[in-house]
């Protein structure tokens, strides 16, 4: 299977953050995994991508190819992070898998999330959620991990 670019982790829960990078990592999907806390975070990393302001040879940065994002966290939440996140250039969100990953059911999140063309799950991130994803989004044969 062919490894994604990178994939960010946007969650304000430690353990959840480290839980899912532990799953990504068994799983082989990719080599580049980084975590934010807030959704300001994670949007000024993409900002910061997007406009290749940062120095290319760090390994930090990256063109994260799938997103999870969580809906409920504090300085900015998921929705609040979307709103900014529309405002990046079309061909730099074009490769990038966006995906609200919560523990809300609540059909006005999930009404919110289509709004946005971003995929939604429910926590926990589990192997079958994450091959599922790249298999529809990214056509590469499903990881038997």
Known sequence: MKKLSGILLIDDDDTTNFLNQRLLERMQVTDNIRTFVNGKQA????????NNNYEHTDENYFQPQLIFLDINM???????????????????????????????????????????QAEYLTKPLSAEKVNA?????????????
């Open 43 to 50: 949007f000024d990393y993409l900002y910061n991508v997007s």
């Open 74 to 116: 504090p300085v900015m939440d998921g929705f609040e992070m979307l709103d900014l996140y529309k405002r990046l250039s079309d061909d730099f969100r074009k490769s990038i898998v966006l995906t609200v990953l919560t523990t809300s059911t609540h059909p006005q999140d999930t009404a919110a999330a289509r709004k946005y």
């Open 133 to 145: 994803l790249i298999a529809k989004h990214f056509k590469v044969e499903e990881s038997n991990k």
